[in-house]
């Protein structure tokens, strides 16, 4: 487990379940559909039960860089953001701006609803196929720079489901300012 201090604000990395975090509100790798899908999407729906898939119904998608909150239903955490990831073609059309949006807009719906600890996992770096060192770049650097100018989140996790996951985001936390 890594953990790096950011102004008031800490990070931490560790490699896990994201669904099992006693934290304000785990960010979910979701579909524009918001209806569930694979991955950490699949695991969350079904860790969370019947009410998160019925209150994403009712928020009609969601844009590709955007995110839209909804209960945790059964996990421990109180909220689910559901952040949609762009698909990865080459990084030339815009892959690298939706992806940092991504985790903007994750962090400023968590503040909104007054959230101190948030859960992230590696957005796109799985059937989105955004290559994890320059997507762990982006979220270190996104994260450390919004957590600067608003200490109220305390701690951002980075719940990663494998070593060589966890080993990148470790790295882009290292090196980046």
Do not use: W
């Amino acid at each position: 487990m890594g953990k790096y201090a950011v102004g008031q604000s800490v990070i931490v990395t560790t490699e896990g379940d994201i669904t099992r975090e006693s934290v304000d509100a785990i960010v979910n790798a979701a579909n524009t559909s918001l209806l569930g899908g694979g991955g950490v999407d699949g695991a969350i729906h079904r860790a969370g039960g019947p009410a998160i898939l019925e209150a994403c119904r009712k928020l009609n998608g969601c844009a590709t860089g955007d995110a839209k909150i909804t209960t945790a239903g059964n996990m421990p955490a109180k909220y689910v953001i559901h952040a949609v990831g762009p698909i990865y073609h080459g990084g030339n059309q815009g892959e690298p701006d939706m992806l940092e949006s991504c985790f903007q807009r994750s962090l400023e719906l968590a503040l909104a609803q007054g959230c101190k600890t948030v859960a992230f996992p590696a957005i796109s770096c799985g059937v989105y196929g955004y290559p994890v060192a320059e997507a762990a770049r982006i979220a270190a650097a996104t994260v450390k720079r919004f957590l600067m100018s608003h200490p109220e989140i305390e701690e951002v996790r980075f719940v990663l489901f494998n070593t060589a996951i966890y080993a990148e985001f470790e790295k882009a936390l290292r090196e980046t300012e």
